[in-house]
């Protein structure tokens, strides 16, 4: 079934392949990765859509020597595949395995890392930069969907490379979509210049210009003869102005499914100098009916049944945080008009799909631009609004400035709803949300919550929406313990946190959805005769001295329990309250992630690893009571 992909082991096996054997190559690389990623699940439909445009790239281009740096990096399995990775390919995104994004140290061709949006421009042109300084003369080239077109770091990266004008192609895999259909100005644009009619009639009369300008069809393709055509007929027929106006030169539109105008495209650029932008047109899921007629379920999808595209919904009591923080926002929104939502082109991802079909003018999709969202919703704020942003903690590290600056320092009513905080699994070190505590415990005016059931997601919200303030709630991706929601929602005094089982020997004070573990916990000492008192926090900021100031002379052991960085986290926050309170008798221990980036894996072996369990914390409170120390 893979008679010629089992033939490829690095991109010299690929160049070795005679040009018409390719496409076939493209037929077995899908269906291995259909194969494959039904069992290990992972981000299906980009790579689907970029199998031909990888070829092209790897066969014109000399991989490690020429960079190729992939932008998100999760349409990176078929750069793997024929860069040595086929046969770990079945371990991707699992404890120990390949990872579903470039790492540099997986392979030398992993030229950067990524797995946030947006960077593979700048990253790209610092590293044609450092050529030319170092006197090299390999090519770099950038790959960046549509979708991460809009963030605006990849505008500022086309920016300096047109003022800088060495050496860079910039390939746009364009198809129309991000996770959801792609919005804005750009995308507008892009989208015309695929369907337009007119345009398509323009490129016809070019090729018309074409044959004027090589009478002989010395170059056959209107994209041969694009290089040597004079500029002022390439504007009068080709929109792509808005690269032009950065300074880089326009090539395409480009089917990226027919690889021999892929192949003859690239050759030509190859030996192009300047900053050139190819665009290349795909289809998201292409060769996968199930991917192609719904690409926005299986950009990134669990593992799934390949006759059906069924995946098999995850069992348990609980339901997704996500889930219960939409349908809360729903009901608040419906009391509250100046209630509006932003999303930064994670609509699905955040849950607020339903929100933008029962109130489509309260809701933004501002594409992958979190720092505009968040000064966006500043100013909204600063009409009157009630904006919620809700963006994956991950994410929000990008707006960090923007939190303080537009929405912080001027105590705007800004709710932020940071969603996959803490250990997120398969997706790795650039997707664990586990540094917002640290990051925003030291906002002045920011309320900071984190709720550990589905109860208090919904207090939470409510009383987020109702402080004239910034506030934040950060909820993990695991699913909550299924409370019923029995009552209608309650505020919460600010800064309240909850006794959740009372006792003496020892104080477990939790944060978030880890309560349950410090709960078992409990149960687990109980056996052994020693009580542990369990407090739910509820807030990172502003925390409650008093209950925990009681808690700890009472029981003069106390153990932080956080799914966040201890560095700077909440048990740090903690332990610099009580220092200040002049609470100095205790023996305290702080649990949470080590000063280490946390690598992909299954998120309960991943917690049991860093002592985030029952046991394992129920053994850490044992090992500090007087008399074991
Ligand atoms: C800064 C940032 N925001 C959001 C995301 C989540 N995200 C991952 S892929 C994606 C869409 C990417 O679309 P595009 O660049 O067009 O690539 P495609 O999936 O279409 O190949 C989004 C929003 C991210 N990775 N980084």
Known sequence: MCDILNTINCPQDLKELPRERLQDLAAEIREFLIQSVSQTGGHLAPNLGIVELTLALHRVYDSPRDKIVWDVGHQCYVHKLITGRRDRFGTLRQTGGISGFPKRDESEHDSFGAGHGSTSISAALGMAVARDRQGGSNRVIAVIGDGAMTGGLAMEGLNQAGHIGTD????????????????????????????????????????GLVTQYDPLGVGSTVLEVLGRVKDGARHLV???????????????????HDIEELLRTFELVHDLPGPILVHVHTEKGKGYRPAESNAERFHGV??????????????????????????????????????????AAMGPGTGLMGFAEAYPDRFFDVGMAEQHAVTFAAGLAAAGLRPVVAIYSTFLQRAYDEVIHDVCLQGLPVTFCL???????????THHGVYDLSYMRHFPELVLMAPSDDLEMRDMLMTALRH??????????????????????????IGSARVAREGRDCTLLSIGGLLQEALGAAEILGKQEIQAEVIDARFAKPLDLNTIRESVLKTGVLVTVEENALQGGFGSGVLEMLESAHVSKLVAHRLG???????????????????????????????????RL
């Open 419 to 429: 969603d996959r905080a803490g250990i997120v699994g398969a997706d790795g070190p």
């Open 593 to 627: 992630l080590p000063d280490i980036f946390v690598e992909h894996g299954d998120t309960a072996s991943l917690r049991r690893r860093f002592g985030l369990d029952a046991a394992s914390i129920a053994d850490v409170a044992l090992a500090h009571l007087p008399g």
């Open 302 to 343: 669990q593992p799934f049944d390949v006759e059906t595209g069924e995946t098999v919904p995850p069992s348990g009591p609980g339901r997704p945080y996500t889930e219960i923080f939409a349908e809360a926002l729903i009901e608040l929104a419906a009391e509250d008009e100046r209630i509006v939502a932003i999303t």
């Open 168 to 207: 860079l192609t910039v390939v746009l895999n364009d198809n129309g979509m991000s996770i959801s259909p792609n919005v804005g100005g750009v995308a507008r644009s892009l989208h015309r210049l695929r369907y337009d009619r007119g345009y398509r009639r323009a490129k016809e009369h070019l090729k």
């Open 238 to 256: 080709l929109p792509g102005t808005l690269f032009e106006a950065f300074g880089l030169d326009y090539i395409g539109p480009v089917d990226g």
């Open 468 to 493: 004239d303030g910034p506030a934040a709630i950060r909820y993990p991706r695991s699913a909550s313990p299924g409370v019923p929601i029995d009552r209608p929602m309650q505020l919460l005094p």
